[in-house]
């Protein structure tokens, strides 16, 4: 070999090699999974266990924006990147996306009940090219970001779409079967019994015998040819089987497990298959992970061997039907439970869904997961997953809650600039709240009422009033803020009375209008409120016959772009988001999409100093890398339209 060429592989290699090593994915790290004995190890052979998360069904109208070809890729690199999970579920719908399965015509000859799948649901059956769309969407988000992707046939009646079924694994495997990305989950959660859907699925539970059935009968023939059809294929990465009763019986999966002979190898052929185990924190206890234990320590025959291998493809921190309290203490057993056994996990579920085991606030939508609008689940599975793939511990987990954000509203009101003190809480008296600010004073008769999931301050009429410290304000010297309180109101005789010093200074008043119902809120807005250091209470007082509603109110320093209530549009509001937040290089302004729209705007720090205006934006985008790291407001005019809206650059 000439000189050359031997410099020329030299080169080559050093920059092959360069090229490896800056591949830091937990793929690229890890490998092809595979299955040895009852435990699932990387590439090197290694005992492996990732957690990640699971997105909602992809046919339920509140699962679908998560798939979308536009959303699919921001949901799967902010969770990549912001909650460091090391795996994404992509549940595909398969005959029940909208909870029905109806009718009077079978969908095959064994279809149970005389029943078939609704012709209106969004799931396989009906849509297989939007449905496949929406996991490949998933799919290729997640090979970009270098995560494993578990790719769920996610249904409970599989075995009456054995040929669908089929048909779907054979396509990933012939386009995906390469990837090592890729684990095929081929039967979500079996809950039939052999000749029955609704009757019989409960009584599982209780009957062994119903188990075995099960698991005998329909799971292990359907997952067999299943199989087959993907190992055809795709001869390495792992499947992972769903086992009786909404997948929790995995012992009776372990004592009759899918072997070579089963599938026609010979023995000692490398099948690697691992099975499915679901939990709910609120409903499942060490009853589950007793079961659990005994498929990994089952001796299967006598021979000597191991149990076999589990994957907890879908887990939740509250009960089994998606709703409950968070059970902190049960989820945190569960988290020591996975990580002492090696088990990799996919949490339940990645939506805006009003359910407690969503982990983004209702409503909020693909945003609000962006932008960190999390539930109390969410907050709690974030921290969780982080610790777990990070290897650290996530004892304090459980102590974190969602944190109100100090800058704007949210939920059922409009969004106001600066400090929020949210009025309804702390319920008691002498209690902080999370932006620093302390109830000193609630007058007989306010009331904290519930409405659409958020406490509401109510009562408010002639002579009540409620008093509140104002924490973050640490200036020396007196400066005049802005107060805006969030209110609403089905009288036009009231007055909003602001006072100081527990009451003893009056700082001005303003008419409230009527809002139009309780329900319905504005923003009123004084000027020119002085406070200082130690002179930072303010007081609420309602002078007429009320009654009215307050749910919050903000204060900023005189001079930041205060919000224009003649002029606020709460619907153009609602359509503006910023992600990601917090920022380092770049702000992305997601407005609402139209041509003829003209955007114009401005930063301003919290003190109302202008630290960047711009007479247009430009692709939605703004450049804040050489902002210093704080908090900033962001005034933004569309249309004349002013709108204000808070972001941390870090």
């Not at 969770?79 to 996306?97: D, F, H, K, P």
């Not at 709703?323 to 203490?329: E, H, K, P, S, T």
Request: negative net charge; glycine residues 8%.
């Amino acid at each position: 070999m000439s000189l050359t060429n031997k410099l020329l592989l030299i080169v080559t290699f050093a920059f092959s090699s360069q090229l490896f090593s800056q591949q830091s994915g937990i793929v690229s790290t890890n490998g092809l999974l595979k299955v040895n004995g009852n435990t699932i190890e990387n590439e090197s052979g290694q005992p492996f266990k990732v957690a990640g998360n699971s997105i909602f069904w992809s046919g339920f109208s509140s699962g679908i924006p998560f798939y979308s070809a536009t959303n699919a890729p921001l949901v799967v690199d902010h969770l990549t990147n912001q909650w460091n999970s090391g795996i994404i579920r992509a549940a595909m719908a398969v005959e029940e996306a909208d909870d029905n399965i109806e009718g009077d015509i079978t969908r095959q000859p064994n279809f149970a009940n005389d029943l078939m799948p609704d012709p209106s649901a969004e799931g396989y059956f009906n849509n297989p090219a939007d449905e496949l769309e929406k996991i490949e969407n998933v799919i290729d988000a997640a090979i970009a970001n270098d995560i494993y992707v578990l790719v769920d046939f996610h249904s409970h009646f599989a075995n009456f779409f054995e040929e669908e079924a089929i048909t779907f694994f054979e396509h990933i495997a012939t386009k995906y079967g390469t990837d090592k990305h890729i684990i095929y989950e081929i039967f979500n959660e079996p809950i039939s019994t052999e000749n029955h859907r609704n009757s019989a699925e409960n009584q599982v539970f209780s009957n062994s015998q119903l188990q075995q059935d099960t698991w005998n009968n329909i799971i292990k023939p359907y997952a067999v040819n299943v199989i087959n059809a993907i190992r055809a294929i795709d001869p390495d990465n792992l499947i992972i089987v769903g086992t009786p009763g909404f997948s929790q019986f995995v012992n009776v999966a372990a004592d009759n497990r899918i072997t070579e002979a089963d599938l026609n190898l010979p023995a000692n052929a490398d099948l690697n298959v691992a099975y499915t185990l679901h939990f709910y924190a609120g409903t499942h206890t060490q009853f589950l992970r007793d079961i659990a234990e005994e498929a990994m320590d089952i001796d299967n025959g006598g021979d000597g061997s191991n149990g076999v291998a589990l994957f907890v493809t879908e887990w939740g921190t509250v009960n089994a039907d998606g709703n409950g309290a968070v059970a902190i203490d049960e989820t945190l057993l569960w988290m020591d439970f996975m990580r002492d056994n090696n088990l990799s996990n996919a949490n339940w579920s990645v939506v805006d869904k009003d359910e407690g085991s969503a982990i983004v606030e209702a409503g909020a939508g693909i945003n609000g997961l962006l932008n960190g609008q999390l539930t109390e689940s969410g907050v709690f599975v974030q921290c969780l997953i982080e610790n777990f793939n990070a290897g650290t511990s996530y004892a304090d987990c459980g102590d974190a809650a969602p944190m109100p954000s100090c800058g704007d509203g949210g939920g059922v009101v409009p969004t106001g600039v600066g400090f929020k003190v949210e009025v309804e809480t702390p319920a008691s008296v002498g209690e902080f709240d999370a932006c620093g600010a302390r109830s000193d004073f609630r007058a007989a008769g306010l009331v904290v009422d519930d409405f659409q999931g958020q406490g509401i301050l109510t009562g408010f009429s002639n002579g009540r009033s409620a008093v509140f410290s104002l924490e973050t304000i640490t200036s020396t010297t007196e400066e005049t803020y802005t107060i805006q309180v969030v209110f609403s109101s089905n009288s036009d005789t009231n007055q909003l009375l602001l006072q100081r010093d527990s009451g003893m200074l009056n700082l001005g008043s303003i008419s409230l209008p009527n809002t139009g119902g309780l329900d319905n809120y504005q923003i009123i807005t004084i000027t020119g409120v002085p406070f200082s250091n130690t002179a930072r209470d303010i007081a609420i007082n309602v002078i007429g016959d009320g009654p009215v509603n307050i749910e919050s109110f903000y204060y900023v320093v005189d001079g930041t772009p205060a919000l224009d209530v003649e002029g606020f549009n709460a619907v153009s509001q609602n359509q503006i988001s910023l992600y990601p937040v917090p920022s380092q290089s770049f702000l992305n302004v997601d407005v609402p999409s139209s041509d003829t729209l003209t955007i114009e705007y401005s930063i301003f720090d919290l003190k109302g100093k202008l630290i960047q205006s711009k007479t247009e934006l430009i692709n939605n985008r703004i450049n804040v890398q050489n902002l210093e790291s704080g908090v900033y407001i962001l005034s933004i005019t569309i249309d004349n339209q002013k709108q204000n809206l808070r972001f941390v650059k870090n």
